[in-house]
Nanobody, 113 residues
């Protein structure tokens, strides 16, 4: 089970840190990801981090967002800086494990202009 938290309302240029806490099994060996879905739009991949710590980002967030993981806490983070109104969305953490997709419940991020 994945539980995302840390969303909220922030002004343009502000920062937020999202957390995704996993329970039930270790994420130590899993690739973890953050996705986001804005109103009326499809869900898009934001960032991934594999078990070795290698990361990938969507072009729209490169240089502003940082994904990280703490395996001891079974948690993945998304540090979001220099936020823009177009970052407004529900953010979901995700992993694929044993052939199944696991999505967190989502946390709302709203960036005001």
């Amino acid at each position: 089970q994945l539980q995302a938290s840390g969303g909220g309302l922030v002004q343009t240029g502000g920062s937020l840190r999202l957390s995704c806490a996993a329970s039930g099994s270790t994420i130590r060996y899993d690739t973890m990801a953050w996705h986001r879905q804005a109103p009326g739009k499809q869900r898009d991949l934001v960032a991934t981090i594999n078990s070795g710590g290698s990361t990938n980002y969507a072009d729209s967030v490169k240089g502003r967002f940082t994904i990280s993981r703490d395996n001891a806490k079974n948690t993945v983070y998304l540090q979001m800086n220099s936020l823009k109104p177009e970052d407004t969305a529900v953010y979901y953490c995700y992993t694929r494990k044993y052939g199944s997709d696991y999505w967190g419940k989502g946390t709302q991020v709203t960036v005001s202009s």
